[in-house]
């Protein structure tokens, strides 16, 4: 352990996309403490997910280890137990460590080699009796599936959560963050926090949902009939959403309008995120260790609103891989930025340094710390990203994804930075795609070669009691609360 107390802070959000806070361009949002980082702190334009849905990208984070390495390729599924977890090694050196909120564990319920764990799971997940359900009733209120809610059908997931603000889930999570930092914040600590927004259903609390009803929100990117020249999985995005009993939303009517409005309640849960960091930097500051403390900020994936036609994650836009990174603390220059590409990954190795604590197993990630000192030098000439059977690779001029079916894309993203035109198997660059499917290639072989002990995991028993008792609710007299 370093002489003086290490501190690590890990925030993050759900399903953030990057270009959602002013530092990244979007500057009618209002998020003062996040802008507060972004100033005192390393803003990193160009950092991506190792997979653009939660779960692989949260055994990333778990293990530093690549998705084609720990074997979890996509949600309900989980590294074995035995697999080496860097966590565990922190708390072995005499670090305490927390994990707070939604962390997507499989089981839900697993402590992942935290000391301590406050649980708050996905907002759809009403069947769970983590902690912030048992806690939420002792506040005299239910936790219902969000179809029980008005709007949540004809917003297509975005209305107004009808909880009071401070009962959110989100403040919940800022509110327990921040009760442990002030209990803990003169021992060395790894903490991570984190959130359940910008995730859908987007739910903002009434006195944010209409905060950016009249802001000049972006349009989304594309144009009609653009999916008919995109791979076919792309195309059966929407019936999942349509069809599975957690969801039951049709996607087949989503318009400007709509688009716009689930836009203006995701980024109001962009400020609800906003305000439990300013709890969590609060409890830091007013314990005066906040500058003694690495605190990061990302989310695990993005999210499309509707670009290309497209809703929620799971492909390579740069709206679902790229996400915000920002940095703040011991030795990071303030008020800086770095165009090195950067992965999830990286943020392993980057924080077994600044701990002073040693991982046997070897991590793929690459550490920042070099990038305090020079950000505009060299780090990654290439990010990798991988889900299910497709997977993607990009460099900073062009990205290529290919799917298990042969389908594949190809974008040039300095000519199309909105990724509309697929290039993918025109005649005018078959040296470029040969080689990026070479990188692809050598990097898919390599990390499956590295592959962990992979088991399959059994069903979840809540969660298919609780989808079954939603698809008997049309056998019910109208108006009976699901759940």
Known sequence: MPERPARVLLITSDQQRWDTLPCYGLDFMQTPNLDRVAREDMVFRYAFTPSPVCQPARASLMTGLDPLTHRVLNNGCWYPPETPVWVREVGAAGYRTAAIGK?????????????????????????????YTLWLEAQGYRRLHPLNYPGYAEGLGAYTSPLPPELHIDSYIGD??????????????????SFNSPHDPYDPPADLVGLYAHAPIPPAVGYPGE?????????????????????????????????????????ATVTLIDRQVGKLLGALENASVLDET?????????????????????????????????????????????????????????????????????VQGQDLTPLFAHPAAPHRD??????????????????????????????????????????????????????????????????????????????????????????????????????
């Open 227 to 267: 999916l008919e020249t995109k791979p076919a999985a792309q195309r059966l995005a929407h019936e999942r959403a349509g069809t599975n009993p957690v969801y039951l939303l049709d996607f087949s009517r989503m318009d400007d309008l709509l688009i716009r409005h689930i836009r203006a309640h995701y980024l």
């Open 294 to 362: 690495l605190v990061i900020f990302t989310s695990d994936h993005g999210d499309a609103l509707g670009d290309h036609g497209l809703i929620y994650k799971s492909f390579f836009y740069e709206s679902m891989v790229r996400v915000p990174l920002l940095m703040r603390g011991p030795g990071v220059p303030a008020g800086t930025q770095t165009d090195a590409l950067a992965d999830l990954l990286d943020l392993v190795p980057t924080i077994l340094r600044h701990l002073g604590v040693r991982f046997n197993v070897p």
């Open 382 to 483: 290439a990010v990798f990203s991988v889900v299910g059977d497709r997977a993607m690779v990009r460099t900073r001029r062009w990205k290529l994804a290919r799917y298990g079916n042969g389908d594949g894309e190809l974008y040039d993203l300095e000519a199309d930075p909105g990724e509309v035109q697929n290039l993918y198997s025109l005649p005018e660059y078959p040296a470029v795609q040969a080689e990026l499917e070479a990188r692809l290639l050598q990097h898919a072989l390599a990390r499956s070669g590295a592959s962990a002990r992979f088991t399959v995991t059994p069903p979840d028993p809540e969660r298919l009691a609780a989808e079954e008792r939603i698809r008997a609710r049309d056998r019910r007299p109208p108006g009976t609360p699901i759940g």
């Open 103 to 131: 962390m997507h564990f499989y089981s839900w319920n697993d402590w992942g080699g935290f000391q301590d764990r406050i649980i708050a799971e996905d907002k759809r997940h009403y069947y769970r009796r983590d902690d």
């Open 176 to 193: 327990r963050g921040a009760e442990w930092l002030r209990a803990h914040a003169h021992e060395p600590f790894f903490a991570w926090v």
